[in-house]
């Protein structure tokens, strides 16, 4: 049986909006790499590709409750209000960014609430790459909604794809679903209070909560749905990490580069705390990783952590900014290893939603995104 095309979510609310001018790197004023470029290039692929991909741009309001399951309401408040506050109160109309970072040597001492918004954008960012605009909140919040929606479209198919394999009628275990969040900003470095990296609501976390919280959706042992999250960006999620540190659903699995961005984490050592102790995994590889030792760490992990934790959905952060030309990360993976990926993850068995997080070399995004979604579908090349 052939597989069938891949949904494809997204919104131009989240794919058009949010544009700043620059960003700072290394000291320098740069242009902003997580534009609309990137996903307008992932788009063109899509679309070229329509026996592999279905695009829908209906999208449904879950409101408020699901995201403040994840993040706190101050910092969504503060989301919400801080470009208006800013100009207000002076600030350059590029957008917010922190000047003053409340480093821990420092506020450990300190008891001050910050009132200003030159103070707060501190408070609740940690790096200078998540510049909020006016239209910030809107875009980071239909992102959350797109993947709700591709969540709830998840949970539709994957009834039928199990009730497929208790009739056996032509649904298979090599043969699983999988569907594809096509949105911005990403997420994955997005923490419970705090933005970053691009990031300002975690889109793969908001998405996994309301998994777990649904009451009709059980296991055989009454307990809810397990979901394993396998975050394949160059960088490691931090967010997703924080977010779900201490519990034991989901499983948090990050395959990422050692010594880069966002520097303080993913260690293997961290390894969850509580009841989060060993569900949280994270296997950081060399700058030189090449397209066979990225493909056999992948396979490594999900044999030894993702199919032994005997999950009901997969939710995979996308990034493909570990591709070797990209210009702010990048192992040494060509765009010949993504459906490898793809073929990979597909070979878990279990329905899959894709979560557009990085990937910032315009000219191969497409490509490498779509070959990692082509190689879900089972075929070897892009």
Request: charged fraction near 20%; proline fraction near 6%.
């Amino acid at each position: 049986m052939a597989p069938s095309p891949i949904k494809v979510f997204t919104s131009a609310l989240c794919t058009t909006m949010h544009t700043p001018a620059y960003e700072f790197l290394s000291g320098a004023e740069t242009q902003y790499y997580e534009s609309p470029a990137r996903l307008e290039a992932i788009l063109h692929y899509l679309e070229s590709n329509p026996s592999s991909f279905e695009i829908t741009e209906h999208v449904e309001d879950f409101g408020y409750a699901p995201i403040q399951r994840v993040h706190r309401q101050d910092f969504l408040d503060y989301l919400e209000t801080a470009y208006k506050e800013w100009i207000l109160e002076g600030g350059h109309p590029n957008g917010v960014l922190p000047a003053t970072i409340p480093h821990y040597k420092v506020a450990r001492l300190g008891r001050q609430t910050p009132v200003n918004t030159l103070a707060k954008a501190g408070e609740y960012c940690f790096d200078l790459s998540a510049v909020i605009t006016k239209d910030t909140f809107k875009a980071a919040w239909n992102a959350a909604q797109v993947t709700l929606t591709a969540t709830k479209e998840l949970v539709r198919v994957a009834a039928e794809y199990e009730q497929g394999l208790v009739e056996g009628t032509g649904a298979a275990r090599s043969n699983p679903p999988g569907l594809y969040a096509l949105v911005r900003p990403p997420g994955h470095h997005a923490q419970s209070d705090v933005c970053g990296g691009y990031c300002f609501m975690n889109n793969v976390a908001i998405a996994t909560q309301w998994l777990i919280d649904q009451p009709e959706l059980k296991r055989k042992d009454g307990g809810p749905k397990k979901i394993a999250i396998l975050d394949i960006d160059f960088h490691h999620g931090n967010g997703t990490q924080e977010i779900f540190y201490t519990t034991s659903n989901p499983l948090y699995t990050s395959l990422h580069t050692r010594d880069d961005y966002p520097y303080f984490t993913g260690a293997e050592v961290e390894i969850g705390e509580g009841q989060g102790v060993g569900f949280n995994i994270n296997i950081p590889l060399p700058q030189s990783t090449t397209d066979d030792e990225y493909v056999a760490a992948l396979e490594k992990l999900i044999q030894e952590h993702v199919v032994p934790y005997d999950a009901d959905y997969i939710m995979v952060s996308l990034g493909v900014d570990t591709y070797k030309d990209d210009p702010i990360a990048g192992f040494l993976v060509t765009s010949d290893a993504y459906p490898r990926i793809g073929n990979a993850i597909r070979k878990i068995g279990l329905p899959t939603l894709f979560v557009q997080e990085g990937g910032y070399c315009v000219e191969k995004l497409g490509v490498n995104v779509g070959g990692i979604l082509q190689g879900y579908l089972g075929k070897t090349t892009a």
